[in-house]
């Protein structure tokens, strides 16, 4: 099973140290980082998954979760889902 995870956000660091995000203005120093999806903003991401050896039919779930603070203990809700089942022809 493949399985991966992306974070989109900003990131303002608490006093531009370490990993822990900063709760309020007098923390957040400026923005490092911004991964943040935008509005009215297309985005694309390409992943390569392989095929099970001998297989050629395979179900796709790609899941979009909405992560308050970040993480997945900060109250989550699933945003968006789809499931494609994909088939690819045999190589001989």
């Known amino acids: 099973m493949y399985n991966e995870d ?7 660091q608490k006093f531009a140290r370490g990993d822990e995000m900063g ?9 490092i980082a911004d991964t943040g999806l935008h509005p009215g903003k297309k985005h694309e991401e390409h992943y390569e998954i392989l095929f ?14 909405y992560l308050p603070y970040g993480n997945k ?20």
Request: hydrophobic share 35%; glycine share 6%; charged share 30%.
């Open 52 to 65: 099970p050896e001998g297989k050629h039919e395979m179900t796709l779930k790609v899941q979009l979760w």
């Open 6 to 12: 992306k974070i989109y956000m900003p990131v303002p």
């Open 73 to 92: 203990q900060s109250d989550p809700f699933l945003w968006k889902e789809v499931v494609k089942n994909v088939k690819v022809s045999k190589v001989e």
């Open 23 to 31: 709760r309020g203005p007098y923390e957040k120093s400026g923005i």
